[in-house]
């Protein structure tokens, strides 16, 4: 396993190579952001750590240009700045995880083994049934390849519900514990609201309305 | 009171009285011109009456009332004379009976008043006094008045109808004035209440030069904040930076074999490093919390927190979570750094706690309302009140460091908003409400 590790202070990027190596890494090392960017986009590496305040080229501007250019090798992130809108931003830009310094190094080998476990079998977020493309970070839904549709948190956890289980007779008991939410009371006929909006979603054929038992999702046989 | 009320009232106040000073002069001057009338008139008849006297034969003093209007002669007909010769009165015919009270007047002298007629109707009498033949002469001639009277009555509320009509014209118009005078004030006002509720960062409307200093001044304040908190915010994030580096060696060194002999001395100077590092950590986000919404430019909140589910599923990929977020999809003016740090705290507690489903809302009801349930154990409701508790954490299994929900609590708290605990209805797990208001 080949690593990059970008850190300007040579203090805390000395030691820490130790221990990568030490741990049964190769590490390179760059030092400030300009010539971190052009290894990582020149050399073949299985992971880098990237620190965000970097001189020359900022970290985050580094990632940027490593994901604009197609480069999805897996990137920790460390960071002094331990704020949330930073970790999402770093999210954002194509980060793969976040450390905060300080840190054990300990901690930052387990976040690197859990990336590098991940990359190749990242958590399902696309569910696709019938035609409907169901994207589990971005909330939203896609009929036949069209534009992207956003959904309400109950709209989705109903249509996600039914395309898991497609084909199965489902009752108006199991769908409505998918129809709630903390700030309104269900409701009776909530359930065959949240049905017709669904349909005017994803077109009229492929929920079917099953007199005395429930709605079932599917093609019509 | 409003510069516009003040202004109003001044001017309704000297527009007032100056229409009624003008309306009662004139109508003095009607009355004066009409009454200036009558009088030629019956000057007119009395020197008539005057220059027909004689001296009869008889040693008497006659007049002859023939070159005068046979008005005089018709029974009150509100025409009279009265001719008094020393003491001895000769009245018009159409005085009937009636005794006139006339003024008596020297010798070449006249006298206009008023004085009552019969049936008590007013009357103008102008008496002139002449010396012939050796006696003393008086003449009076009297006119009614109520005639004209009536048609100066007419007159006089026709004027005032028009000075009122006038005045109320002029209220109006003035008013108008001030207002189009005070218009740049207004948009000043209707920027400032943009300004405090985040939609913009400067005053821009041209103002008049008696207000422009204080726009100026306002201007270069709010500049002034915001550079302060960026300042204030650089610094301490580089304060973090340079704090941070020497603490991850100071960590590093209970690392260091030499302390393999020593447990005690690795485990206290772990426990030290470990709370200076805590104390760091909260003072630096407190220091980060802008606090005030005013000057934010605005964001997508739907946006931020779907990019913070992203982010989340990202660091919990080992755990299978379903996040829903439920957000208007429209602009925000709120300091972006302060609500992604709440929601971050509060999304990152519930994925350590939850089983698998957790809900997000941000709904703005009043203010920013943000709800985060989870179907984790949740909390016991004894343990709720230590949940904010500096560095306190319920149970040490979980990786953290117990600062999350303190630190939403701080920002809660320098917005003057309210967090609750307690437990999801529908998830059964740990539910959160923050409620944080927006100015105005």
Redesign the interface.
């Known amino acids: 396993m080949r690593l990059l590790l970008v850190e300007d ?1 040579p ?2 990027a000395l ?1 820490l190579a130790a221990d990568l190596r030490g741990a049964g890494y190769v590490v390179d090392t760059a030092t400030d952001g300009a010539q971190g960017e052009f290894l990582g986009a020149t050399e073949p590496y299985d992971a880098a750590i990237l620190d965000l ?1 970097l001189p020359k080229l900022a970290g985050l501007e580094v990632l940027k240009c490593w994901r604009a250019a197609g480069n999805h090798m897996p990137v920790i992130v460390l960071t ?6 930073e ?2 931003d ?3 830009a194509g980060a ?3 450390v905060c ?5 300990q901690e930052l080998l387990a976040r690197l083994q ?1 990336v590098l476990k ?1 990359v190749h079998h ?2 399902q ?1 696309k569910l696709r049934l019938f035609g409907v493309e169901l994207d ?4 939203t839904a896609l009929i036949d390849g069209g534009e992207a549709q ?1 959904l ?3 709209e ?2 109903l249509l996600r519900y039914f395309m898991l289980n497609a084909g199965k007779v489902l009752s108006k008991a199991q769908l409505g514990e998918h129809v ?4 309104a009371e269900p409701d009776s006929n909530v359930l065959e609201v949240y049905v017709k909006r669904l349909r005017k979603i994803v077109g009229t054929d492929l929920i079917h309305t099953r007199r005395g038992q429930g709605y079932l999702f599917g093609l019509k046989p | 009171m409003s510069l516009r009320k003040r202004l109003g009232r001044g001017l309704i106040a000297v527009l007032g009285a100056i229409f009624i000073l003008h309306w009662i002069a004139a109508d003095w001057i009607i009355r004066s011109a009409a009454e200036k009338q009558m009088a030629n008139r019956l000057a007119d008849d009395g020197y008539s009456l005057l220059d027909s006297l004689a001296y009869s034969d008889a040693e008497q003093v006659t007049f002859n009332s023939f070159h005068i209007s046979s008005v005089y002669n018709r029974r009150l007909s509100g025409h009279y004379y009265l001719v008094k010769v020393d003491a001895q009165a000769y009245p018009s015919p159409s005085l009937l009976d009636f005794p006139l009270a006339v003024e008596a007047v020297g010798p070449e002298q006249s006298m206009l008043y008023h004085a009552a007629g019969p049936e008590q109707t007013p009357l103008l009498v102008l008496t002139l006094g002449a010396v012939r033949f050796g006696h003393r002469i008086n003449i009076s001639v009297a006119e009614d008045l109520s005639a004209v009277d009536h048609d100066i009555t007419a007159i006089r509320v026709a004027y005032l109808s028009l000075t009122l009509l006038i005045l109320f014209s002029a209220i109006g118009l003035l008013r108008w004035d001030i207002q189009r005078a005070l218009r740049p004030l207004a948009m000043v006002r209707a920027e400032l209440e943009q300004v405090a509720g985040g939609g913009r960062q400067h005053i821009g409307s041209e103002v008049p030069a008696e207000v422009q200093p204080l726009v100026e001044e306002i201007n270069h304040l709010l500049e002034l904040v915001v550079r302060r908190l960026q300042q204030s915010r650089t610094a301490m994030g580089n304060l973090a930076h340079a704090l941070k580096s020497p603490m991850a060696l100071l960590l590093r060194t209970g690392e260091d074999p030499h302390f393999d002999s020593r447990p005690d001395l690795r485990s206290r100077l772990d426990e030290q490093s470990q709370a200076i590092r805590h104390c760091i950590e909260r003072e630096l986000k407190r220091a980060r919390i802008a606090g005030d919404q005013q000057a934010a430019p605005g964001f997508n909140p739907h946006g931020e927190i779907i990019a913070l589910k992203k982010t989340l599923r990202a660091i919990y990929a080992d755990k299978p979570l379903d996040i829903q977020v439920t957000a208007p999809k429209q602009l925000l003016h709120f300091d972006r750094e302060d609500l992604m740090e709440v929601l971050g705290n509060l999304l990152d507690n519930a994925c350590k706690w939850a089983k698998q489903r957790i809900d997000v809302e941000l709904a703005l009801e009043g203010g920013v309302v943000i709800r985060v349930a989870d179907d984790g154990p949740g909390c016991q409701s004894e343990d709720l009140a230590y949940l904010t508790q500096r560095g306190r954490r319920l149970d040490e299994s979980v990786q953290g460091h117990g600062l999350g929900l303190g630190i939403v609590s701080d920002i809660v708290n320098t917005y003057h908003g309210a967090i609750y605990f307690g437990r999801s209805k529908v998830l059964g797990g740990f539910l959160v409400t923050v409620s944080l208001p927006l100015h105005r």
């Open positions: 202070d203090a805390f030691p305040g002094a700045r331990d704020a949330w809108y970790k999402v770093g999210f954002k793969d995880d976040y310094k300080p840190f054990h190094p859990a991940r990242f958590n977020a589990e970070d971005e909330q956003p309400t948190a109950i989705f956890r709630y939410s903390e700030s």
